[in-house]
């Protein structure tokens, strides 16, 4: 008797435990394949502001999502660590806003995308969902949006996520633009988890 009486409350405290350490973590199916894979997957987002859909890629980080956000938000070096990203320059900052000097090459590089777009600062949404997203200001293009969203899996593994809709300026077909959006956004992910998960193993 005396030994139930010990073991029950022992078993709660390690349940609820087990269960605090793990509140708010979104792993799910689908993330636990990409850490498994450890492979980037693309895919496409429609918006209303344009037929052309945005291009987007997803891909599981082995860094924190506090990591991760941190890298994200160092603008003016995603030209070092993204090859698609040609040239990346901050050029102007106002209350929480940064605004960044991007080229970027579609269509096979027959075409140059430049734009000054303005990064809203990182908006939570609930525990474990950051976005960060950002709009065109000037350039070369009819839109340009760019949506980060990161997502923490647990203490150590976080899911990226990054959207782009560029619509050119010149007549140009959809399923073109969304591919090599959707390639460049790839190598976006790509390029932050590299980084990411360098800036982790040297802790």
């Known amino acids: 008797m005396f030994f139930k009486r010990i073991i029950w409350p022992v078993c709660i405290l390690i349940c609820l435990g087990t269960t ?3 509140a708010g973590a979104r792993t799910t199916q689908h993330s636990k394949h990409l ?9 496409k987002v429609k918006t209303p502001k344009s037929s052309i859909q945005a291009g987007a890629a997803r891909v599981t980080v082995r860094a924190s999502a506090k990591t991760v956000q941190k890298t994200v938000l160092k603008f003016n070096r995603y030209s070092k660590w993204i090859h698609r ?9 106002s209350g929480g806003k940064t605004d960044v000097y991007l080229e970027v090459p579609i269509l096979k590089g027959l075409a140059k995308v430049w ?9 939570h949404l609930g ?18 949006d760019v949506n980060w969203r990161i997502t923490r899996l647990d ?14 300026d010149i007549p140009a077909p959809g399923s073109i633009v969304t591919g090599e959006v959707a390639y460049a956004a790839d190598v976006a992910v790509i390029g932050i988890r590299e980084r990411s998960e360098k800036i982790t193993r040297k802790k």
């Open 20 to 22: 605090a350490a793990n």
């Open 35 to 43: 850490m498994k894979i450890r492979d980037s997957q693309r895919y």
């Open 85 to 93: 990203f040609k040239k990346s320059k901050i050029v102007g900052k």
């Open 127 to 144: 525990k474990d969902d950051v976005v960060i997203k950002g709009h065109l200001i000037k350039g070369n293009v009819k839109f340009l």
């Open 155 to 168: 203490d150590n593994n976080t899911q990226l996520d990054l959207s782009l809709l560029i619509v050119p």
């Open 115 to 123: 734009a000054v777009v303005r990064f809203d600062p990182p908006k």
